[in-house]
């Protein structure tokens, strides 16, 4: 299972509403599927956010779009 980019605006960015997002979606995915293992793209600049909800970096870095991005799974 995998879910896409999470962004926010400029604007509201330390706001905590990446947070909010990313908890919504995990809390759907681990109803509608639980024990299902969560697959991510994330670009490398935003690798620890991920961490902070249990997502581990897997694999070698890859540039997507000209951005270095990883592997996360949870």
Known sequence: MTFGRVVTATAVR???????LVT???????????NREI???????VTGFYAKYGFQP??????????PHLEMVK
């Open 58 to 67: 897997v694999g070698e870095p890859f540039i997507f779009e000209g951005t």
């Open 39 to 45: 697959k991510i793209e994330a670009q490398e600049q």
């Open 24 to 34: 919504k979606i995990l809390d759907l995915c681990l109803d509608k599927w639980p």
């Open 14 to 20: 330390g706001q905590g509403f990446g947070d909010q």
